[in-house]
């Protein structure tokens, strides 16, 4: 079975400039995720889809960032414009819904560093 | 406001001795508990979990031990392996099927594992 994809791997861009992260959920997972890891921390939850709406996303900074799940498969994070305090390690994952299974896949992240 | 601690950054085991790794947490809510391991340049794996209906859960060389009352887990590895080395995350989350935070995980701050031959 096939992974969690991302990319790109590493972005490096200036202050105030927008960037895109890609996330491909493992087939068949109905809910995806993306956290933002910042360096010394542990993941922080962004955003929460089941299928393409959205779940949760009361620790989104929604003036900066969106993210949509077209067709609730791939889904897209998009920083603009982003700030020093952005520079992180975006991790997406996915997980099955049912079951009360809660064990959550992780792709390998994207580095994001904002200069 | 911090509601899954990890107290120690870093731990330091020899080889074939026994880890232990510890979390504390805030939310009385959290029912469900996991620990996930990460290495450098990927993205966190799933390692065990515990229901709050349980006191320990065993797998393998891995063992999570929860007390409730204290609200406190913790992981053993036993024996330890120079290939555990890595860090550690503890997460928690809330049951709650029918509403809005299904599945939501609230990670610790990790703790840094290294297994000396």
């Known amino acids: 079975e096939a992974g969690v994809a991302q990319s790109p791997r590493y972005k490096i861009i200036e202050k105030r400039q927008s960037v895109a992260f890609w996330c491909n959920p493992i087939s068949g997972h109905a809910t995806l995720y993306w956290y933002q890891q910042i360096l010394g921390q542990g993941p922080k939850l962004l955003i929460q889809?089941?299928?393409?709406?959205?779940?949760?996303d009361s620790q989104l900074p929604k003036d900066r960032f969106s993210a949509e799940r077209l067709k609730g498969v791939d889904s897209t994070l998009k920083i603009q414009p982003a700030k020093l305090e952005d520079s992180a390690v975006y991790l997406c994952?996915?997980?099955?819904?049912?079951?009360?299974?809660?064990?959550?896949?992780f792709g390998p992240g994207t580095r994001l560093t904002v200069t | 406001d911090q509601q899954v601690k990890q107290n120690s950054p870093s731990l330091s085991v020899q080889e074939g001795r026994i880890s232990i790794l510890n979390c504390d947490y805030t939310n009385s809510m959290f029912d469900y508990f996991l620990w996930y391991k990460k290495y450098p340049a990927e993205g966190p794996t799933f390692l065990i979990s515990?229901?709050?209906?349980?006191d320990k859960n065993e797998d393998g060389r891995f063992t999570v031990f929860l007390n409730k009352s204290a609200k406190h887990l913790s992981l053993h590895i036993v024996p330890s392996q120079p290939g555990d080395s890595a860090v550690y995350f503890c997460a928690a989350s809330t049951a709650n099927a029918g509403g809005t935070s299904y599945g939501k995980l609230t990670f610790g701050q990790g703790t840094i594992l290294t297994v000396h031959p």
């Open positions: 994952a996915s997980s099955r819904t049912s079951g009360g299974s809660y064990e959550q896949y």
């Open positions: 889809f089941q299928n393409n709406g959205v779940v949760d």
């Open positions: 515990i229901s709050s209906i349980k």
